[in-house]
């Protein structure tokens, strides 16, 4: 049961990464509005993993992607930072749950809970990427612009995607 | 010691995550040099291949607008071409000339691009086997696009006009003068023209071209249009935006720009101009 969770995801994050890197990177809405669905593979990292794994797990996925976005490092540290902040926000406020579950998804969690959840870390991650990229005092405003909508675009898509690859069992794709 | 260990053992997750942005730290900063790991970015077979997937896809949509471009630039060729002609048959010392070549042109499809970021860069289907090598210069029908930046054996990456770094010798052609030509990040349609003094009387939609002066790019290649421009009072230069000519969101085909004069003109730059310590 447990296995068969950690298949699908990983199978599920190849898919992600895939359609990230071949359609969605060249999305951009209102030409601020950026959509970064692969964070939700870090948000999804099943309980099991140990911490060192999950830093090493964010890491090759940042690298990864950075090597599509020609931007190397700066998604890297971004998802390492999340990787790294993901297990100390969930020691403040683990999501309370009848059963004991495996992956944190927004079936498992309850909706609240993970938009709570993913918002916190999304803003996080994109706050490092657009930064990072930027590196110039003069574009503040419009930097924290992008970050804001990227935020909440990222979010909205990964909650889509969440509620559309649910499957009726609780263990799903994601 | 053992207190020690187990200090290590214990934040671990923290010693790793530091160590790794650290690493990161030293990617980020070393993408930025010319002479850098090629296979980290788009110009890398997998990446340049994936790209290549998806922009064959992307080209049955471009036909339409790809074919207008073709045939444009095909009329003006020929009327250049009506022009020499005559020039060809008289015998004069401009005939020498003609044949001096100092620049040779190389088609490539533009197979990945972006315009929306702080550093946009595009991905070429071209590459060492076809004799591209970094710092050529990349200009599209009508105008300026960027730089070769990675090159590997199929795929080079060039760094767009619309990244924050950008800075390529510039003139305004009625002037003849000195200036630069920046991107400050916002607009993709729009550049920033760099010190330009205030004793020159500027007007909107005087064109700016490349001045050819660091012999990366050929001179007279046009950049853009003078959209807005102001100066303040007890400002040195003008502060200019200009209507870059080149469309970076319909990109399809660009040019590399093979200099022959290059090596030879840095060599000589080396040996007269003293490097600043």
């Not at chain 1, 969770?5 to 999305?27: A, E, F, R």
């Not at chain 1, 990229?133 to 419009?142: C, D, G, P, R, V």
């Not at chain 2, 029908?141 to 770094?165: E, N």
């Not at chain 2, 939609?205 to 007890?234: A, H, K, Q, R, W």
């Amino acid at each position: 049961m447990r296995s068969d969770s950690n298949l699908k995801y990983i199978l599920g994050s190849l898919l992600i990464i895939l359609i990230q890197i071949t359609i969605l990177k060249n999305i951009v809405l209102f030409d601020v509005a950026f959509c970064f669905l692969y964070v939700a593979i870090l948000l999804n990292i099943p309980f099991t993993v140990g911490r060192v794994w999950q830093l090493v797990i964010g890491f090759l996925v940042g690298l990864l992607i950075d090597v599509f976005y020609n931007s190397i490092g700066i998604h890297a540290s971004a998802c390492l930072l999340l990787t790294f902040v993901r297990p100390i926000y969930l020691q403040y406020n683990f999501p309370r749950t009848p059963d004991p579950i495996n992956i944190p998804n927004v079936k498992n969690t309850g909706f609240s809970w993970y938009l709570g959840y993913s918002f916190f870390l999304v803003f996080l991650h994109q706050c490092v990427i657009f930064f990072v990229e930027a590196s110039n005092k003069s574009l503040f405003f419009l930097t924290l612009y992008k970050v804001f909508a990227s935020t909440i675009f990222t979010v909205l898509v990964i909650l889509i995607v969440q509620y559309l690859t649910v499957s009726g069992r609780k263990e799903r794709l994601l | 010691m053992q207190q020690l260990f187990l200090f290590l053992i214990r934040f671990r997750a923290f010693f790793v995550f530091a160590a790794l942005e650290i690493l990161c730290f030293f990617l980020i900063v070393n993408n930025n040099s010319y002479q850098s790991a090629v296979f980290f970015n788009s110009s890398s077979a997998l990446a340049g291949r994936v790209a290549e997937y998806t922009q064959n896809v992307n080209d049955y949509f471009t036909l339409k607008k790809v074919n207008e471009e073709l045939a444009r630039e095909n009329a003006l060729l020929k009327r250049q071409l009506i022009k020499y002609s005559d020039k060809i048959h008289s015998d004069s010392v401009e005939n020498l000339l003609v044949f001096d070549r100092k620049f040779e042109t190389m088609a490539a499809e533009v197979v990945d691009n972006s315009v929306n970021r702080f550093t946009n860069y595009i991905t070429l289907d071209k590459g060492s086997d076809h004799g591209i090598t970094p710092e050529m210069a990349v200009i599209g029908t009508d105008g300026v696009v960027g730089k070769v930046m990675h090159v590997s054996d199929q795929y080079s990456v060039v760094k767009s006009v619309l990244h924050t770094g950008t800075n390529i010798s510039s003139t305004i052609s009625r002037f003849g003068n000195f200036c630069t030509l920046t991107w400050d990040g916002k607009s993709p349609k729009y550049g920033k023209i760099l010190y330009v003094p205030r004793h020159y009387d500027i007007q909107q939609g005087d064109s700016v071209f490349t001045s050819g002066y660091n012999s990366i790019f050929p001179n007279d290649i046009l950049i853009g249009t003078i959209s807005e421009y102001s100066i303040d009072e007890g400002d040195i230069f003008y502060d200019i935006t200009v209507e870059l000519s080149t469309d970076f969101q319909a990109l399809s085909y660009v040019f590399v720009v093979k200099s022959f004069k290059k090596q030879e003109l840095d060599s000589l730059q080396q040996v007269t101009i003293p490097n600043e310590e």
